[in-house]
């Protein structure tokens, strides 16, 4: 059982600063092989920055990493065998054809011309492109284009996959395809870092999650690990009368009980914390005589545990509320 | 059964940055044939080494032929040649456009991904470069000796002045690099590039002889290195004496290089 437990990457305080900017400010995180990390973080957070060092593209400062058990410092040449890479970088060259990307890219990695040839075209029978394999890839649509990235960064068989914001810009339907191919992936036993700003990527893809911000980690652990540390319910009010969406807010304030609206929605939400302020939440707003016409308990979406870990106006005061609105 | 797929982590430290020979040549050729791919892929690159010359030719002979020379095909002897003898800088200038494209488009961190030497991919540049320039000379000789230029110095003489065009050309590849890695887009490239490239064009001999120049240009154009390529190819091709001139371009050669080359491998490696 222990080889479930090996770790395919581990990185350790890797610091990466560029100039006043810290891009990476002692980041660590380990991903278990055969499984997916999903890495958050919003824009800048320093995503892409990890994987580019992972990936032997840019040197830490400081720090250490370690992908299928290689020093990405001391042995990137063995490392570069093992990983795979589709990003928002890395691309493929556009003047040639999908067919002679793969190929280029098999023989660089020491396939036999009969290999190469071979794995190009297992690949595009995999993803879809044998009937595009002739054209130029400059003539590709966006998914056709990712999912060609996805195959180049497969040819030699990588135990470890770099997928950097795999669906940014693409349309729902696409993005389905690409998640599809990801999970066919890690069927078969590829681990996989994605890295990505959609919750609803992670949640789809993710065995875990580490949430990094400002070069820093700021939680990791499991998704309904994440989803409980961040705790409770989110209890919505709509109310018959949504003009007194202020008013109900006000009163639950008086009760203790902390509440934001929304004008947009016409909603008034609750973070609840234990079991027990459902009832006073009813029992304040039923005693002073507010009409409710529906109600409805849920776990805080990713997007909420995202923005409350992160700090960024998570549940925002009504008084906060309020003036966004004004 | 993963237990057995699990093979246990590598002794450190190792040393991974040797690559063998034949693995080399082997990345050597895929990254050629691709950078020869793209060239096919793309013929309107092939406009800036065949075209500008070619209208060069037509406009030079025959527009202004007759006023510069005696007759049309006195002033193809001197023009042609030196004209001829430029080609090789097309190839410079077109690895700086092409390692900016790569670096741009996010080809080049790919190739960084892969295991394979960073010099493959430069060196399959320049042959590739080198190459089309080579096409480039049997096409431009080609059409002159149509239109009625006389290879007088023999073909020894004209494959010395393709060499020697392709030494000073392969020269500004190092100068080509810096730009390439310096400046922001493949335009700008090419922009600065025809900004060096026109005043040392034409303030040269290619084009008219010097001693028809005022004192302060023909001060320039005397040692302006592509005075000596022209001169030099000139003689070659019209088989009169080549003086000091092949040493002179061979010397301009070997300066620009031992300058240029050192910044430019620096700074490729530290891109890399």
């Known amino acids: 059982m222990t080889e479930i437990l090996r770790n395919a990457v581990e990185v350790h305080g890797i610091v990466k600063h560029y100039g006043e900017t810290k891009a990476l400010d002692g980041v660590d995180l380990t991903v278990r092989e055969g499984t997916v990390l999903g890495l958050l973080g919003p824009n800048g957070a320093g995503k892409t920055t990890l994987v580019r060092v992972l990936s032997t593209l840019i040197k830490p400062d400081a720090g250490t990493a370690f992908v299928g058990g290689y020093d990405v410092l001391r042995q990137p040449k063995q490392l570069r ?3 795979g890479l589709t990003g928002q970088y890395a691309s493929v060259d556009e003047l040639l054809s999908g067919y002679e990307n793969l190929y280029l890219i098999g023989r660089l990695l020491d396939l036999s011309s009969r290999e190469a040839k071979a794995r190009a075209a297992e690949l595009l029978e995999r993803f ?3 009937e595009a394999a002739k054209r130029p890839a400059k003539g590709y649509s966006g998914g056709m284009r990712r999912r060609l990235d996805l195959a180049a960064s497969m040819i030699g068989r990588p135990k470890v996959l770099y997928l950097d914001e795999p669906t940014t810009g693409l349309d729902p339907r696409t993005r389905n395809e690409v998640w599809d191919e990801v999970q066919r992936m890690v069927g078969e036993g590829s681990t996989v870092l994605l890295t990505t700003q959609y919750m609803e990527e992670a949640e789809q893809l993710a065995d875990e999650l580490t949430v990094i911000d400002k070069g820093r980690v700021i939680a990791n652990g499991g998704i309904q690990e994440l989803k409980t540390q961040v705790g409770g319910q989110s209890l919505q009010v709509r109310p018959l009368r949504p003009e007194e969406l202020p008013e109900m807010a006000r009163c639950l304030h008086e009760a203790g009980i902390p509440a934001t609206f929304s004008e947009e929605s016409g909603l008034l939400s609750v973070h609840l914390t234990d079991e027990g302020q459902l009832t006073t939440v009813i029992g304040a707003l039923g005693t002073r005589g507010f009409g409710i016409a529906g109600i409805d308990t849920k776990l805080p979406s990713l997007d909420e545990v995202f923005l409350t870990i992160t700090g960024k106006s998570s549940v925002p005061a009504p008084s906060r509320e309020k003036e966004a609105v004004a | 059964m993963s237990a057995a797929t699990v093979t246990a982590a590598p002794a450190l430290p190792a040393d991974d940055t040797r690559i063998g020979l034949r693995a080399n040549l082997r990345h050597l050729g895929a990254l050629t044939r691709r950078n020869l791919m793209r060239i096919k892929a793309d013929p309107e690159s092939m406009l800036d080494a065949l075209l500008v010359p070619v209208i060069m030719i037509v406009l030079f002979v025959y527009v202004f032929g007759g006023a510069m020379a005696s007759n049309q ?65 049997v096409v431009l000789i080609g059409f002159a000796m149509i239109l009625g230029l006389d290879i007088k110095g023999g073909p020894l003489n004209l494959l010395a002045a393709v060499g020697l065009s392709l030494v000073f050309g392969a020269s500004l590849m190092w100068v080509s690099m810096l730009l ?36 302060w240009l023909r001060a320039f154009t005397k040692h302006n290195p592509l005075s000596a390529l022209a001169d030099a190819c000139r003689a070659l091709i019209n088989g009169t004496p080549v003086g000091g001139s092949v040493v002179t371009v061979l010397v301009w050669a070997a300066g620009i290089t031992v300058v240029t080359a050192p910044l430019a491998v620096a700074r490729f490696r530290k891109r890399t």
């Open chain 1, 81 to 83: 065998r093992t990983i």
């Open chain 1, 128 to 130: 879809s492109l044998t």
């Open chain 2, 73 to 137: 095909h006195e002033y193809m002897q001197y023009m042609v040649p030196g004209l001829l003898g430029t080609t090789g800088l097309n190839l410079a200038m077109a690895l700086g456009t092409g390692l900016n494209t790569d670096f741009q488009t996010g080809v080049m961190d790919r190739f960084r991904t892969l295991p394979i030497g960073r010099s493959a991919v430069l060196l399959s540049k320049m042959i590739a470069e080198t190459l089309r320039a080579v096409v480039a000379f």
């Open chain 2, 180 to 215: 390439g890695m310096s400046l922001r887009s493949a335009q700008a490239v090419q922009g600065m590039s025809m900004l060096v490239m026109m005043p040392l064009q034409f303030g040269s001999s290619i084009f008219a002889n010097p001693s028809t120049m005022p004192g």
